[in-house]
């Protein structure tokens, strides 16, 4: 287990695919890759990619199953919405999420990976994919190398938030944590005076 602190590669990401596709246990596949299981699960976590299926129906709510209200809109023809054909019902709905509310992507496995039901199912759906994973996090570290952009009306606007806060002898802390127009972290601030 010399490797249970690095990072996914592209290859591990294939493993995981592949043993997810084949309803493997977290454990199992945890054994294989020797990584720690909640390594794993946050890898699939994150990595994972939301598909709406390309069903008949208008309204691809994850509450779909579960879901018993009715007559928010005049076009539903028996009053139950989640059978309603207008495309903007789920505009009215308080109930509506596109997460899909199921116990195969509350709790491992996250995904419909290997699920027999996934062809018949009409929730939306998460997929874990090795090169959809890589991607996503190829992109974040990308984002992450070049760092935070501010446009000049950002700093102008923090520029003067934090001049006003040290004439009142407030630290860059203090100002941070007590202001919400601040969106980045104190070493951050400090960089940009820098």
């Known amino acids: 287990m010399a490797n249970l602190y690095k990072h ?16 493997y246990k977290l454990c199992d596949i945890a054994n294989i890759l020797g990584k720690h299981s909640s390594s794993i699960s946050r890898e699939i976590k994150n990595n994972r990619t939301l598909i709406t299926p390309k069903s008949k129906k208008s309204n ?12 928010l809109c005049n076009d539903c023809a028996n009053g139950k919405c989640k059978f309603c054909t207008y495309k903007q ?5 308080d109930e509506f999420t596109p997460i899909p509310n199921c116990k195969r992507t509350n709790k491992f496995p996250f995904v ?27 992109n974040n570290v990308r984002l992450h190398k ?11 606007d923090m520029n003067t938030i934090i001049s006003n806060g040290v004439k009142n002898k407030l630290s860059i802390s203090v100002i941070c944590n007590t202001n919400d127009n601040i969106n980045c972290s104190v070493s951050t ?5 820098r």
Do not use: M, T
Not at 89 to 93: E, G, H, P
């Open 89 to 93: 019902c789920d505009l009215f709905c």
């Open 146 to 156: 070049q760092g935070i952009k501010f446009n000049q009306n950002q700093i102008n």
């Open 60 to 71: 691809k709510c994850g509450n779909f199953y579960s879901c018993i209200v009715k007559h």
């Open 8 to 23: 996914f590669n592209k290859n591990e990401r294939h493993i995981i695919s592949f043993y997810l596709d084949s309803a």
């Open 189 to 193: 601030i400090y960089k940009l005076i």
């Open 112 to 138: 419909c990976n290997g699920c027999k039901q996934s062809d018949d199912c009409a929730l939306p759906k998460y997929f874990y994919n090795s090169n959809n994973a890589q991607s996503i996090r190829d």
